[in-house]
């Protein structure tokens, strides 16, 4: 936790009080916000507890204090059992902590049974039992008490909002998941040999299983890693709909992703993937008139309608989509309150196709919807009716590891894992799997084994040195791998051959743009010299003194930025990469450039307030990215930051070359070690709606 200052030993003896108080607690809340083990946020929420209910117990200020710390990394709700239990594994504290959380626990009950009784007798808690928990949402009004438990053999305390978001997505997930009317399956068959080519008898082909079984209902999860033809799947399934689609040129389809680099890469390879299929089809669907009418991806905040100022969206469920198909990709980073909207925002007949890595990093906020929706994925769970209908619609058979006989949830019999990656089988594929599989000693032998090779090697590791030596290898790029030196070269023709017409300046600030995203600085945390703030400054001197760049202010020409807050005026939104370059018609003035699908976008530096330079990013912000040459950096501040999923997200961002840095020995074996697990009741919500069908 950042600012985290020296722990305060008061402290200590407000807790060896003979009796803690509410507003003792109220206190020592304060002072560990003081100390950075919480923020002030999550002390303030205790407090405003205390306020609404004055005869609070200090376990509930307690629980409500560290239910805001879960929500603000990423949990949506609290499991009460595991904090009593285990408190140290809950708030991870670091070692120089741990007396303090002795002492503070030591004045608190020692029973869950006592906690459910603090927490059940306050005016601020609603209880609900596991056998009030209907998805409804008119079931269950709103009666304004901020916190929600729900109990059970799982006790889980909620912040009320994340506790509609979660109810309300899983009642739109068990209506989409209902099996609709079974579809023709001979004219989907046929279709599908057209589309895939005849099957292999001896495996299982899971991108047309994916396509089949997306038929039967208004939800499909496609989940597979790099390289496993995730959108090349989506496509075909696109022409499936249009084949069997009863009025196909009235079908209304759109494309959307969380950020505007991610819903571009959608765009660009469906309308391939779709093109390349003419041939397939023979003339009976006009596949172009498809790729035209769908028109450019947009960023899910443009897709809803975000407003400035508020976090509701223009669509919503009085005001849906005009949408009968809906592509998501990048889907893990979509988080619980988005996820929410989107599903409140889609017509009831609407079809929704979600597609992403269910082992990348979960979203920056709170929930791991796509990690929690694709439960089974690995595992498959499909039921006898399930496998009848996959066998007669493609001719193949689910084999039997991957069915079920009972108890499996309905949203598995629409979820399909593509396994083979037919772009990740180098050693940046086999690096990823071993992390995934959390095999450290594999991928510390893969990455040793290529460093040796030579300065050319696709995997490459280094350790220590200060950050002034990863920037000079940035700029430089490795061997024949890129780095950023392209990129100073196509900003240095702005010099040595200036643009003469408005095309040849537009094609310029395309090959700087071009350039620049061949390399890319992932960092695992924000602060220090191994972080982002810190590698920034490190790159931007390297450059200035290479001659590349000419660094008089914060705007220069060549400086990367990326943007840190919808602006829905200026069509830009939190995520997006521009550049900084000298406009054709007054080169002393400078606009940041943005590449939106094939065309620029082209904003004054005055009027971008929200944005931070970007040659060093945080694995977060570049899903949905890929780069040809990836340097991950693993700082030793990371703490609880380093992860199996970061790690893994941080490899799979590259496409030709992959190189570790890692600040002190052990980084990554302890990252590796290091699964993330997100609490959340989102399959308790849709384990009581299997229930209720």
Same mark, same amino acid.
């Given at each position: 936790?950042?600012?985290?200052?020296?722990?305060?030993?008061?402290?200590?003896?407000?807790?060896?009080?003979?009796?803690?108080?509410?507003?003792?607690?109220?206190?020592?809340?304060?002072?560990?916000?003081?100390?950075?083990?919480?923020?002030?946020?999550?002390?303030?929420?205790?407090?405003?507890?205390?306020s609404?209910?004055?005869?609070?117990?200090?376990?509930?200020?307690?629980?409500?204090?560290v239910?805001?710390?879960?929500?603000g990394?990423?949990?949506?709700?609290?499991?009460?059992?595991e904090?009593?239990a285990?408190?140290?594994?809950?708030l991870?504290?670091?070692?120089?902590?741990?007396?303090?959380?002795?002492?503070?626990?030591?004045q608190?009950?020692?029973?869950?049974?006592?906690?459910?009784?603090?927490?059940?007798?306050?005016p601020?808690?609603?209880?609900?039992?596991?056998?009030?928990?209907?998805?409804?949402?008119?079931?269950?009004?709103?009666?304004?008490?901020?916190?929600?438990?729900?109990t059970?053999?799982?006790?889980l305390?909620?912040?009320?909002?994340?506790?509609?978001y979660?109810?309300?997505?899983?009642?739109?997930?068990a209506?989409?998941?209902?099996?609709?009317?079974?579809p023709?399956?001979?004219?989907?068959?046929?279709?599908?040999? =057209? /589309?895939?080519?005849?099957?292999? *008898?001896?495996? #299982? $082909?899971? !991108?047309? @299983?994916?396509? %089949? &079984? +997306?038929?039967?209902?208004?939800l499909?999860?496609?989940?597979?890693?790099?390289g496993?033809g995730?959108?090349?799947?989506?496509? =075909? /399934?696109?022409?499936?709909?249009? *084949?069997?689609? #009863? $009025?196909? !040129?009235? @079908?209304?389809? %759109? &494309? +959307?992703?969380?950020?505007?680099?991610?819903?571009?890469?959608?765009?660009?390879?469906?309308?391939?993937?779709?093109?390349?299929?003419?041939?397939?089809?023979?003339?009976e669907?006009?596949?172009?008139?498809?790729?035209?009418?769908?028109?450019a991806?947009?960023?899910?905040?443009?897709?809803?309608?975000?407003?400035?100022?508020?976090?509701?969206?223009?669509?919503?469920?009085?005001?849906?989509?005009?949408?009968?198909?809906?592509?998501?990709?990048?889907?893990?980073?979509?988080?619980?309150?988005?996820?929410?909207?989107?599903?409140?925002?889609?017509?009831?007949?609407?079809?929704?196709?979600?597609?992403?890595?269910k082992?990348?990093?979960?979203?920056?906020?709170?929930?791991?919807?796509?990690?929690?929706?694709?439960?089974d994925?690995?595992?498959?769970?499909?039921?006898?009716?399930?496998c009848?209908?996959?066998?007669?619609?493609?001719?193949?058979?689910?084999?039997?590891?991957?069915?079920?006989?009972?108890?499996?949830?309905?949203?598995?019999?629409?979820?399909?894992?593509?396994?083979e990656?037919?772009?990740?089988?180098?050693?940046?594929?086999?690096?990823?799997q071993?992390?995934?599989?959390?095999?450290?000693?594999?991928?510390?032998?893969?990455?040793?084994?290529?460093?040796?090779?030579?300065?050319?090697?696709?995997?490459?590791?280094?350790?220590?040195?200060?950050?002034?030596?990863?920037?000079?290898?940035?700029?430089?790029?490795?061997?024949?791998?890129?780095?950023?030196?392209?990129?100073?070269?196509?900003?240095?023709?702005w010099?040595s051959?200036?643009?003469?017409?408005?095309?040849?300046?537009?094609?310029?600030?395309?090959?700087?743009?071009n350039?620049f995203?061949?390399?890319?600085?992932?960092?695992?945390?924000?602060?220090?010299?191994w972080?982002?703030?810190?590698?920034?400054?490190a790159?931007?001197?390297?450059?200035?003194?290479?001659?590349?760049?000419?660094?008089?202010?914060?705007?220069?020409?060549?400086?990367?930025?990326?943007?840190?807050?919808?602006?829905?005026?200026?069509?830009?939104?939190?995520?997006?990469?521009?550049?900084?370059?000298?406009?054709?018609a007054?080169?002393?003035?400078?606009?940041?450039?943005?590449l939106?699908?094939?065309?620029?976008?082209?904003?004054?530096?005055?009027?971008?307030?929200?944005?931070?330079t970007?040659f060093?990013?945080?694995v977060?912000?570049?899903?949905?990215?890929?780069?040809?040459?990836?340097?991950?950096?693993?700082?030793?501040?990371?703490?609880?930051?380093?992860?199996?999923?970061?790690?893994?997200?941080?490899?799979?961002?590259a496409?030709?070359?992959?190189?570790?840095?890692a600040?002190v020995?052990?980084?990554?074996?302890?990252?590796i070690?290091?699964?993330?697990?997100?609490?959340?009741?989102?399959l308790?919500?849709?384990?009581?709606?299997?229930?209720?069908?």
């Amino acid at each position: 936790m950042r600012g985290r200052r020296k722990i305060d030993l008061q402290t200590l003896d407000l807790f060896a009080q003979p009796q803690l108080s509410a507003q003792d607690t109220l206190s020592a809340l304060a002072r560990l916000s003081d100390a950075g083990l919480l923020r002030r946020l999550d002390s303030a929420l205790a407090a405003f507890v205390l306020s609404q209910d004055p005869g609070a117990q200090p376990a509930l200020l307690v629980a409500a204090a560290v239910l805001a710390q879960m929500e603000g990394r990423g949990h949506s709700c609290l499991p009460l059992a595991e904090l009593v239990a285990r408190p140290n594994d809950v708030l991870a504290w670091p070692r120089e902590a741990q007396p303090l959380l002795a002492a503070l626990w030591a004045q608190l009950p020692q029973r869950p049974e006592d906690w459910l009784a603090a927490l059940q007798r306050s005016p601020v808690v609603r209880t609900m039992g596991v056998e009030s928990m209907d998805n409804s949402v008119d079931n269950a009004v709103d009666d304004g008490r901020p916190l929600v438990l729900c109990t059970g053999s799982e006790p889980l305390l909620y912040l009320r909002r994340y506790w509609d978001y979660e109810r309300g997505v899983a009642a739109q997930i068990a209506r989409r998941t209902e099996v609709d009317a079974e579809p023709d399956t001979s004219q989907v068959r046929g279709w599908l040999e =057209r /589309l895939f080519g005849p099957s292999s *008898a001896d495996k #299982p $082909d899971w !991108q047309k @299983l994916a396509c %089949a &079984l +997306a038929l039967r209902g208004r939800l499909s999860v496609i989940t597979g890693g790099p390289g496993t033809g995730k959108t090349y799947t989506a496509a =075909r /399934l696109l022409a499936l709909l249009f *084949a069997t689609a #009863p $009025d196909a !040129q009235q @079908l209304r389809v %759109a &494309l +959307a992703a969380p950020t505007g680099k991610a819903a571009a890469r959608l765009k660009q390879a469906i309308d391939a993937s779709l093109l390349d299929l003419k041939d397939s089809v023979q003339g009976e669907l006009d596949l172009h008139a498809l790729v035209q009418r769908m028109g450019a991806a947009r960023t899910l905040h443009s897709l809803l309608g975000a407003r400035p100022d508020t976090r509701y969206f223009r669509h919503h469920a009085g005001n849906p989509l005009d949408v009968d198909v809906l592509i998501v990709d990048e889907a893990s980073m979509i988080h619980l309150e988005m996820m929410a909207a989107l599903l409140q925002a889609l017509p009831p007949t609407a079809r929704l196709i979600l597609l992403g890595d269910k082992d990348q990093l979960a979203s920056v906020e709170a929930g791991a919807v796509l990690g929690d929706l694709c439960r089974d994925a690995q595992a498959g769970c499909y039921l006898p009716a399930t496998c009848a209908y996959a066998e007669s619609a493609t001719g193949q058979r689910i084999p039997a590891e991957f069915s079920a006989t009972s108890g499996a949830l309905p949203l598995a019999q629409h979820t399909v894992m593509l396994r083979e990656s037919r772009r990740f089988g180098g050693p940046i594929g086999q690096l990823a799997q071993a992390v995934n599989r959390g095999d450290a000693p594999a991928a510390q032998a893969l990455l040793a084994e290529h460093t040796r090779s030579g300065a050319d090697a696709v995997l490459w590791a280094r350790q220590g040195g200060a950050a002034q030596r990863i920037a000079e290898s940035a700029v430089s790029g490795r061997g024949h791998q890129a780095g950023y030196a392209a990129y100073a070269a196509q900003l240095g023709l702005w010099r040595s051959d200036r643009p003469q017409t408005q095309q040849a300046h537009e094609d310029w600030v395309c090959g700087v743009l071009n350039a620049f995203d061949r390399f890319r600085l992932l960092c695992a945390v924000r602060e220090g010299d191994w972080g982002v703030a810190g590698l920034n400054r490190a790159v931007e001197a390297a450059l200035q003194a290479s001659g590349a760049i000419r660094k008089e202010g914060e705007w220069y020409a060549g400086r990367p930025v990326m943007v840190t807050r919808n602006d829905v005026q200026l069509n830009v939104f939190n995520g997006d990469i521009g550049m900084a370059l000298p406009s054709f018609a007054d080169a002393s003035r400078l606009r940041v450039y943005f590449l939106q699908g094939d065309r620029l976008h082209a904003v004054s530096t005055a009027r971008l307030a929200q944005v931070e330079t970007a040659f060093a990013m945080t694995v977060h912000k570049s899903q949905g990215s890929e780069f040809e040459h990836t340097a991950l950096v693993l700082s030793a501040q990371g703490g609880n930051v380093l992860n199996r999923e970061l790690v893994y997200t941080g490899i799979t961002r590259a496409r030709q070359a992959f190189t570790l840095w890692a600040e002190v020995p052990g980084l990554l074996a302890s990252a590796i070690a290091s699964p993330t697990q997100r609490s959340s009741g989102l399959l308790r919500f849709l384990e009581r709606s299997a229930l209720d069908l």
